[in-house]
């Protein structure tokens, strides 16, 4: 017969509990007589402790039905009701019939009264509920260090995620490409500098701004990915088209900050724009409510060193936010990344 497992800490609760349950209970059942007699102590103790054995077998199948029967952390208070009644009544029948045992053997010393039978139930009883107690404080030991245990983790990707947002909001090589950009245009045209001047203040006076909030209105982030496509367009020319299709209604719903920007950021990053192959990225939103950001695939042939930031980080924020993930599409035509609104 395989042994149920209930707790890893069973076997260390029988050395302490069993000895003490075993000649307290032989004593309330037999009197002096239990220790007074070596035949009759030698007797006792081993049918107690087979059957000691046996109870505590059944009590873990009761406990394992229980668990699973309630297995939410917070329901500990009707969890341990169920246990302690089924376990008791279970406990009861077998010191009930502890006793009429040692009344058909005869057993030596032992004297059949109700009074000894209910101070045995009644200790049996009081054994239980410290079981019970002791079993219910592990367990939810257990719960609060699994869940603090989850909170760390959850802390450290939300400071690994600002982090790599901070990272991304002063990109370094973006913003020497957008002053070697701004430099070509004042010596060609100082009234276009002046204007891609003001689209790259308003870019990154929103990157610095993004970490307020854990989420930001779609309509802010359409707004803002327009000063940042103003940008990429000055370098790109007509090699790329950003077009937006958002239902109406879409605008007023929520997503992460610079979600947007990084997803457009990384179809740049990973894909040929050129005259003869333009790039087009589109922003469109569907009854799901989901923002589909897609591009047409046409990856650079040497692969772009990436460090995963960009696509990485949209994930960790919705996980942080315990919401339904974005998802990653590919076939040979286009990619797409469905992001969800909250």
């Known amino acids: 017969m395989k042994f149920l497992a209930y707790s890893r800490y069973d076997w260390l609760l029988q050395i302490i509990v069993l000895p003490l349950y075993i000649s307290i209970l032989n004593w309330l059942l037999i009197g002096h007589a239990y220790w007074q007699s070596w035949p009759t102590f030698a007797l006792a103790t081993g049918i107690v402790l087979a059957d000691s054995f046996l109870n505590w077998y059944v009590n873990n199948s009761i406990a394992l039905k ?56 009644l200790f049996t009883t009081i054994i239980v509920a410290i079981v019970v107690i002791t079993y219910e404080s592990m367990d939810t030991f257990g719960n609060w260090q699994q869940s603090r245990k989850e909170v760390d983790t959850l802390s450290k990707a939300q400071l690994q995620a600002q982090l790599d947002t ?17 430099i070509s245009l004042i010596g060609e045209d100082p009234g276009k500098a002046e204007a891609f001047a003001e689209e790259l203040s308003t870019v990154y006076r929103y990157l610095l701004r993004s970490n307020e909030n854990p989420l930001t209105p779609l309509a802010d982030e359409l707004a803002f990915i327009q000063s940042y496509y103003h940008l990429l367009k000055t370098r790109h020319g007509d090699a790329l088209t950003l077009v937006t299709q958002i239902q109406p209604g879409s605008e007023a719903m929520h997503l992460p900050p610079l979600t947007l920007q990084l997803l457009v950021e990384n179809a740049v990053k990973h894909n040929i724009i050129l005259p003869e192959q333009p790039l087009t990225i589109r922003l469109t939103t569907n009854e799901q409510s989901q923002l589909i950001v897609s591009n047409n695939l046409q990856r650079k042939p040497s692969r772009v060193l990436s460090n995963g930031v960009g696509l990485t980080n949209i994930l960790t924020k919705y996980q942080i936010l315990g919401k339904p993930s974005p998802t990653i599409e590919e076939d040979a035509i286009e990619f797409r990344v469905k992001v969800p609104l909250v």
């Open 166 to 182: 901070l990272r991304q909001q002063v990109n370094p090589h973006f913003l020497f490409n957008s002053l070697n950009s701004l």
């Open 66 to 121: 229980i668990n699973q029967l309630h297995p939410d952390p917070q329901e500990y208070v009707v969890r341990a009701f169920r246990r302690f009644m089924a376990c008791s009544i279970s406990s009861m029948l077998h010191t009930t019939v502890l006793f009429f045992l040692y009344w058909l053997m005869a057993m030596p010393g032992f004297e059949p009264t109700l009074t000894r039978l209910g101070l045995a139930l």
